[in-house]
């Protein structure tokens, strides 16, 4: 199991805007310049920010803006607008377990509750954390650089 690359392409957008957003041009090549990607796959997860109404995009212009106060978007806010798993479900189930197996038959009864919970606990955590907690602490990392 393993969460798409998306979502931290998201975070790592965000950081760049609120630590960039007064020096450069915030166009998808700076952006992808930063995280050392193709430009489309910057501009992919922009869309689905902006889709979920977490950014303003101004075309041509590379104005990129959050469209709410950082403190107010958390990671689960992003990993939801990036699509970072099917379905809304954390844990893919195998399709057909053999229901002639006791096994089989009785195995969604066994772990289904269990695989829910762990996925709450997961989305309770990310909608603790904010962008704003995210870039405090990668701008405090950049300052003891220095």
Request: proline content about 3%.
């Amino acid at each position: 199991m393993q969460i798409s690359s998306r979502f931290t392409i998201a975070i790592h957008i965000f950081a760049c805007i609120d630590t960039f957003k007064d020096e450069y041009k915030l166009t998808s090549d700076f952006l992808a310049g930063s995280v050392n990607v193709n430009p489309v796959i910057i501009r992919k997860v922009m869309q689905q920010l902006k889709r979920a109404g977490l950014i303003n995009v101004a075309r041509g212009t590379g104005g990129i803006e959050p469209a709410k106060p950082l403190d107010e978007i958390t990671l689960l806010d992003i990993f939801k607008a990036v699509d970072s798993i099917e379905d809304e479900q954390l844990f893919h189930f195998h399709e057909n377990p053999n229901t002639a197996c006791p096994v089989g038959r009785n195995i969604h009864k066994g772990l289904d509750d269990k695989l829910e919970s762990i996925q709450q606990a997961m989305e309770q955590k990310m909608a603790e954390i904010t962008i704003k907690d995210v870039i405090n602490d990668t701008q405090k990392s950049i300052s003891e650089e220095n």
